[in-house]
């Protein structure tokens, strides 16, 4: 069985002790049934920290024990994601985490449902990333995605993606994911339920991105996720 895994984000540090949050405390004494002398890994901004734990009855603690840096992806996938209905976005967000994604893209798209501003767009994003660092500490990766706040795909700085751009979308022309070839870093972007509209489409193809197919079946949005970014980082990591 895997070490139990904690975001030490959310954690406070003094010397080589942690301090570690209710949250975390509250699932690693009651759900993993950890106790004092117990390792655990923690994961921090692409380091891998090994711990050992203490339990008390004012708080829970962990002492630093060694550390390694997680090695570099040998591909970084840059995820373009439309805003979903809550229970799909998350699975989206969580296929994104475990299939190494590095940084994620919102794009508030016109056939997207969902319409976050203001205070419930900064409660959405706080609550998505605990989402993926939820799916990282599941998947055992050291470094979360980067999450960006939603734009409308034609407000996109294009000049900072990757030379590499895909997107999902019906097309004649369309190139099978199986056969997409490159190097170091690529865009994918995945639409919304009711797919790009003819706008947004156009604005893709105008600015560089190959239309993908992602097989035979029509996919929900959340699986197209996991399918283009599982395969992308699969076929063109060499490791």
């Known amino acids: 069985m895997s070490l139990p895994r904690l975001r030490l984000e959310r954690c406070r540090k003094e010397g080589r002790l942690w301090l570690i949050d209710e949250e975390q405390a509250h699932h690693l004494s009651h759900v993993r049934r950890c106790a004092t002398g117990d390792f655990a890994e923690g994961l921090l901004d692409g380091t891998k920290i090994k711990l050992r734990l203490r339990f008390s009855a004012d708080e829970t603690s962990a002492e630093e024990v060694s550390r390694c840096e997680e090695a570099s992806p040998a591909v970084e996938i840059e995820l373009l994601l439309a805003l979903l209905k809550s229970e799909q976005f998350d699975e989206a967000l969580r ?66 993606l990757p030379q590499t751009r895909l997107a999902a979308m019906f097309s004649q022309e369309a190139l099978n ?16 339920e009711g797919d790009w509209s003819s706008e947004e489409s156009r604005f893709f193809l105008e600015n560089g991105f190959a239309p993908i197919t992602l097989g035979r079946r029509i996919l929900r949005a959340s699986t197209a996720v996991a399918v283009a970014c599982g395969v992308l980082s699969l076929i063109n990591d060499a490791g």
């Open 95 to 160: 296929f994104a985490a475990e299939t190494g994604v590095s940084k994620i893209r919102l794009l508030a798209c016109e056939r997207s449902v969902p319409k976050y501003e203001g205070v419930r767009l900064a409660e959405k994003m706080s609550r998505w990333r605990r989402v993926l660092d939820e799916s990282t500490k599941q998947a055992g990766a050291a470094r979360a995605p980067q999450l960006c706040e939603p734009v409308k795909p034609a407000e996109l700085n294009v000049a900072s």
């Open 177 to 192: 994911i199986r056969d997409v070839k490159f190097d170091g870093s690529a865009a994918v972007a995945i639409g919304p």
